[in-house]
C-alpha cells in the first residue's frame, strides 16, 4: 500500500488506512454523512447484475469497508440492496471491541429505506438487533404493521421517503450523530440531491462492467443542479486498486 496525497509514504499494513480518521461528530441538527462506495473504472458498482452478481473489491476494499464502519453510529441501506445482499451490515468481533473502546455501542444501527416494505425479514440482517426501517406515508399500512415487528418503522415523507426528515428523525429519536450511507444507486442519488452528504469514501477497482443495465454509483431522474463540487482528502494505492476519500465541499 502507498499513500499518494496528500503526501507520499509507504504504508505498512493497508487494512489501517481509514483507522485513525477523525470525523466531525454531526452537522446542524442532523448527522454527519458519509457514503462508502467501490466502482469499476467505467463508474458501475454492480458487475454482470442481471445474471450473477460478481465481487468488484479486492479482499482489502472489503475489509476496509468494515473497518469504515467502526466510524459510525448506523449504517443505511436501500432495500434493493438489503434484498441482494441480507446480512447484516456489522463489524466483526474485534472491531466490535475497538467501537466499544471508542464509547460506541459494538455494533451500529442498521438502517434500511423501503417505501415497498417488501424486506427480507427473516433474514440474517434482522436476526442483528431491531433496526430502523424509514419509509413513506404512500406506504401499505397494513405493511408497516407487519415491519413493525421486525424493526422500528419511521414514516419521513409522503410519497417518498425524505432524507432530510430521515436525517432529522435519525439524529433527535436515535441518537445518529455520524451516518454511514451504502447504496445503492438511487438512495445515493437522493441524498446527493438533498446536499445532505459530506463526505465520500470510493474504491476505483481495476475492472470494467461495460453492461449498460449495471448500475452506476449515483443515479436518479435529472441532473443534480448544482452540481456537486468534491474536494480530495486522502489517496492510496494498493495493486492498482485505488482508494479515494473526498470531503463534498459546502
Given at each position: 500500500?502507498?499513500?499518494l496525497?496528500?503526501?507520499?509514504?509507504?504504508?505498512?499494513?493497508?487494512?489501517?488506512?481509514?483507522?485513525?480518521?477523525?470525523?466531525?461528530?454531526?452537522?446542524?441538527?442532523?448527522?454527519?454523512?458519509?457514503?462508502?462506495?467501490?466502482?469499476?473504472?467505467?463508474?458501475?458498482?454492480?458487475?454482470?447484475?442481471?445474471?450473477?452478481?460478481?465481487?468488484?473489491?479486492?479482499?482489502?476494499?472489503?475489509?476496509?469497508?468494515?473497518?469504515?464502519?467502526?466510524h459510525?453510529?448506523?449504517?443505511?441501506?436501500?432495500?434493493?440492496?438489503?434484498?441482494a445482499n441480507?446480512?447484516?451490515?456489522?463489524?466483526?468481533?474485534?472491531?466490535?471491541?475497538?467501537?466499544?473502546?471508542?464509547?460506541k455501542?459494538?455494533?451500529?444501527?442498521?438502517v434500511?429505506?423501503s417505501?415497498?416494505?417488501?424486506?427480507?425479514?427473516?433474514?440474517?440482517y434482522?436476526?442483528?438487533?431491531?433496526?430502523?426501517i424509514?419509509?413513506?406515508?404512500?406506504?401499505?399500512?397494513?405493511?408497516?404493521?407487519?415491519?413493525?415487528?421486525?424493526?422500528h418503522?419511521?414514516?419521513v415523507?409522503?410519497?417518498?421517503?425524505?432524507p432530510?426528515?430521515?436525517?432529522?428523525?435519525?439524529?433527535?429519536?436515535?441518537g445518529?450523530?455520524?451516518?454511514?450511507?451504502?447504496?445503492?444507486?438511487?438512495?445515493?442519488?437522493?441524498f446527493v440531491?438533498?446536499?445532505?452528504?459530506?463526505?465520500?469514501?470510493?474504491?476505483?477497482?481495476?475492472?470494467?462492467?461495460?453492461?449498460?443495465?449495471?448500475?452506476?454509483?449515483?443515479?436518479?431522474?435529472?441532473?443534480?443542479?448544482?452540481?456537486?463540487?468534491?474536494?480530495?482528502?486522502?489517496?492510496?494505492?494498493?495493486?492498482?486498486?485505488?482508494?479515494?476519500?473526498?470531503?463534498?465541499?459546502?
Open positions: 500500500m502507498e499513500q496525497y496528500p503526501i507520499r509514504q509507504e504504508v505498512a499494513d493497508p487494512f489501517s488506512i481509514y483507522d485513525e480518521i477523525e470525523l466531525p461528530e454531526a452537522g446542524e441538527g442532523r448527522p454527519f454523512v458519509a457514503v462508502n462506495m467501490v466502482t469499476t473504472v467505467d463508474g458501475k458498482i454492480t458487475v454482470n447484475k442481471k445474471e450473477r452478481a460478481e465481487p468488484i473489491g479486492s479482499p482489502v476494499d472489503r475489509e476496509l469497508m468494515k473497518r469504515i464502519r467502526v459510525f453510529d448506523a449504517v443505511l441501506r436501500g432495500a434493493e440492496t438489503v434484498r441480507p446480512y447484516f451490515p456489522g463489524v466483526p468481533e474485534p472491531l466490535a471491541d475497538r467501537r466499544e473502546s471508542l464509547g455501542s459494538r455494533q451500529p444501527v442498521g434500511i429505506v417505501r415497498s416494505l417488501d424486506l427480507p425479514f427473516e433474514s440474517p434482522f436476526a442483528t438487533g431491531f433496526p430502523v424509514l419509509t413513506a406515508a404512500a406506504s401499505d399500512p397494513q405493511k408497516r404493521r407487519q415491519a413493525s415487528r421486525y424493526a418503522v419511521e414514516v415523507g409522503d410519497d417518498a421517503v425524505d432530510v426528515m430521515a436525517l432529522d428523525v435519525l439524529y433527535r429519536k436515535y445518529v450523530r455520524r451516518l454511514l450511507v451504502e447504496g445503492g444507486a438511487a438512495l445515493n442519488y437522493t440531491q438533498s446536499g445532505a452528504l459530506d463526505l465520500l469514501f470510493c474504491t476505483l477497482a481495476p475492472k470494467i462492467s461495460g453492461f449498460r443495465e449495471d448500475l452506476t454509483m449515483i443515479s436518479g431522474a435529472s441532473v443534480i443542479r448544482p452540481t456537486p463540487r468534491l474536494k480530495l482528502e486522502t489517496l492510496y494505492v494498493h495493486e492498482d486498486e485505488l482508494y479515494f476519500r473526498w470531503r463534498f465541499a459546502s
